[in-house]
């Protein structure tokens, strides 16, 4: 008996092992395909950051127990400042016998600046889990486009700032090119974000993140001075 305890406890410490192995590889792979891609896109590059980018005043930036951020690149991209980085959050859950474990939530995400001082307005994917949240508050914007409607959710305390960003133009391109992709303006700064993938989807994530940017109505300036 007592060997058959030695062979299970000797088999799952090789488990843990590979597992950690396999986890360090994909780190190391995911760091040197970032920077890469940084070098190819004349952008800086660092896998610690040096901005506190987790302090920024986004509402992301607030979800979890704990959050982190790393693998960052910055610089301008097509004449935009931006900051591209891998942010987490995680959640903290206690199991019957009194252990703890964690689940980590994972996303590429871009900061850029913008020429306004805005309310704060998030925009992401309409699901089951915010029309809940929508039912129990009162900062679900709606708009007249049914189809918009069903397909993203605009959370904000400012419908006038709300109707301003979101016309017919930006909403026809939400719809056509942004299903999967989630957004915040705060201030002078937005944030664009989806669940993380691989090192080249940051590409397709600066590109949804300044199509954006270069949308935002002239009268939000206008209306929102900076």
Known sequence: MESVFVVVFVVFGIAVAVLAYYGYRSRLDRERGLRSLALAEGLDFATEDPFDTAGQPFSLMQEGEGRGVENVLWGFWHG??????????????????????????????????????????RIGPENVLT?????????DIAFESDEFNRAFHVQGRDRRFATALCDARMMDWLLGNALGYSFEVTGDRMLCWTPQGHAEAKLDLLAIAKTFHDRIPPVVASLYPR
């Open 131 to 139: 029309r809940i949240a929508s039912a129990l508050s009162f900062d």
């Open 80 to 121: 935009l400042e931006v900051r591209v980085f891998d942010y987490w959050y995680y959640e903290e859950s206690s199991g019957a016998e009194g252990g703890s474990s964690r689940s980590y939530t994972r996303f590429d995400c871009v900061i850029a600046l913008i020429e306004a001082s805005c309310p704060q307005l």
